[in-house]
């Protein structure tokens, strides 16, 4: 993988624009580079008005994206209904990269919203703060791969959201395997609860470990008739 350095954007910073068009050139253009090569076009192209959204599962796209910007933001939903593990991998990720790090916390409620109304518990502690952390940007990176879940296999590297803004897919034709080089090659820190059994990491709520065979998503929700909170499908 090559790294890029890349400049701190000046105050009068101007992000770019893309045409559907464009995106679409961009995305086959960038089956063939590596995940690098897009972050540093991301940087360049939308500069402060970029963020990176991290689940906290692992490092790994984090650890590709400071050494393209260093100062680059890094949005945590923290949902209140966290496992211990994945909080304490927050710091953990934060200190061993010095994270230009924004924690979206969401306000209390009177009830269990997971209890209370399940279906639309993550609308609320996901969606919505990431809705909130994105007003004012003009795009933002996930980790999203399309090895992960059948709803996830023809996802782009990049393409428009439904907010308008530019979403960054860079690592969405990496293969597990290919993660797990890169996880243990660099040393990337990663959460515990992976070496538990846990295939995808949300709320403990509604994550259980997965079994041998099934794809790394489908302790989320389990029972349920859902396979995603509504993140990527915005």
């Known amino acids: 993988m090559t790294e890029t350095s890349l400049a701190v ?30 972050i540093a076009w991301a940087a360049r192209s939308f500069g402060p008005y970029l963020s990176l959204a991290a689940s906290m599962a692992d490092a790994l796209l984090i650890d590709l994206a400071v050494r393209v910007d260093p100062a ?30 924004r924690i979206m916390t969401v306000a209390p409620h009177d009830e269990e919203l997971w209890i209370a109304d399940p279906e639309n518990c993550c609308s609320a502690v996901k969606v919505g703060q990431l809705d909130r952390a994105l007003n004012g940007k003009a795009a ?57 059994g846990y295939g995808s990491i949300g709320c403990w709520p509604c994550t259980r470990p997965v ?15 859902k396979t995603e909170c509504g993140l990527h499908l915005r």
């Open 140 to 196: 933002w990176m996930s980790g999203l791969r399309r090895d992960e879940a059948p709803t996830r296999a023809s996802a782009p590297i990049v393409a428009r959201d439904v907010r308008g803004l530019i979403k960054v897919n860079p690592i969405a034709n990496w293969t597990h395997d290919e993660c797990q080089s890169y996880l243990t090659e660099h040393e990337i820190p990663y959460n515990p609860l992976l070496d538990q």
């Open 9 to 38: 954007p000046s105050a009068r910073f101007t992000p770019a624009t893309f045409s559907d068009t464009d995106l679409a050139e961009l995305n086959a253009r960038f089956e063939r580079l590596p995940a690098s090569a897009i």
């Open 72 to 101: 680059i933001e890094v949005v945590f939903l923290d949902t209140g209904y966290h496992f211990p593990e994945t909080m304490q991998t927050v710091e953990q990720i934060r200190r061993r990269y010095g994270l230009n790090l």
């Open 211 to 225: 079994a041998e065979g099934e794809d790394p998503r489908s302790g989320r929700w389990a029972g349920r008739n």
